[in-house]
């Protein structure tokens, strides 16, 4: 059974940094896509970053780009999103995903992060 289990979340200031947890169970992370999404209230969920499967290539949304780091740790199976310099409009709740092929994807339950000073 696949499940991804996120946490992380919370209340910063801004310029501050949190990192976001993501534990998968049921699959091997190594050989799927991972990527964090978030959504913001009255928007559209949007990828915030990511890793092909087999780690081929990291994405990264021009928005986060030299502030937001993804990573994976094989051994135990989670992956990362370490969020420094968080702005207001970072605030969302992010959703971790697998996608185990193109019919197969899976989501975490969601953390908020909210930036507010």
């Known amino acids: 059974q696949v499940q991804l289990v996120a946490s992380g979340g919370g209340l910063v200031q801004p310029g501050g940094s949190l990192r976001l947890s993501c534990v998968a169970s049921g699959f091997t992370i190594s050989s799927y896509a991972m990527s964090w999404y978030r959504q913001a209230p009255g928007r559209e969920r949007e990828l915030v970053a990511g890793?092909?499967?087999?780690?081929?290539?990291?994405t990264y949304a021009d928005s986060v780009k030299g502030r937001f780091t993804f990573s994976r740790d094989d051994a135990k199976n989670t992956v990362y999103l370490q969020m420094n310099s968080l702005k207001p409009e970072d605030t969302a709740v992010y959703y971790c995903?697998?996608?185990?092929?193109?019919?197969?994807?899976?989501w975490g339950q969601g953390t908020q992060v909210t930036v507010s000073s």
């Open positions: 890793i092909s499967s087999l780690g081929g290539s990291m």
């Open positions: 995903n697998a996608r185990l092929s193109l019919t197969r994807s899976y």
